[in-house]
């Protein structure tokens, strides 16, 4: 079992950062992947990041490449979305996931076993 909590959401302007942070509990984290995922008023939830369980692999959505970085650090149980040069298409409730099943197709949603509750990230123009 493992449980979720987001953080570090809240209103920015067009181009600034945010960091959101996934804390964890439960002994497995570690041999899970992690994902965000975020869902705008209207749309279908939507995949941001991945990061394996090593921290070894990334994979990030093409409307986020190159602005947002995924990471970990396994020792804290703890999952990172460093998000820079925000855009107001950006705003969202972004979520983190875990996913067991490394053979998984990791951008779909419905492949990710536990999530948290979400985080509000509001971008204005």
């Known amino acids: 079992q493992v449980q979720l909590v987001e953080s570090g959401g809240g209103l920015v302007q067009a181009g600034g950062s945010l960091r959101l942070s996934c804390a964890a509990s439960?002994?497995?984290?570690?041999?899970?992947?992690m994902g965000w995922f975020r869902q705008a008023p209207g749309k279908e939830r939507e995949f941001v990041a991945t990061?394996?369980?090593?921290?070894?692999?990334?994979y990030y959505a093409d409307s986020v490449k190159g602005r947002f970085t995924i990471s970990r650090d396994n020792a804290k149980n703890t999952v990172y979305l460093q998000m820079n040069s925000l855009k107001p298409e950006d705003t969202a409730v972004y979520y983190c996931?875990?996913?067991?099943?490394?053979?998984?197709?990791?951008?779909?949603?419905?492949?990710?076993?536990?999530w948290g509750q979400g985080t509000q990230v509001t971008v204005s123009s």
């Open positions: 990061i394996t369980w090593s921290g070894g692999n990334t």
């Open positions: 439960g002994r497995t984290f570690s041999s899970h992947a």
């Open positions: 996931a875990a996913l067991s099943n490394s053979n998984s197709d990791y951008r779909d949603p419905v492949e990710y076993d536990y």
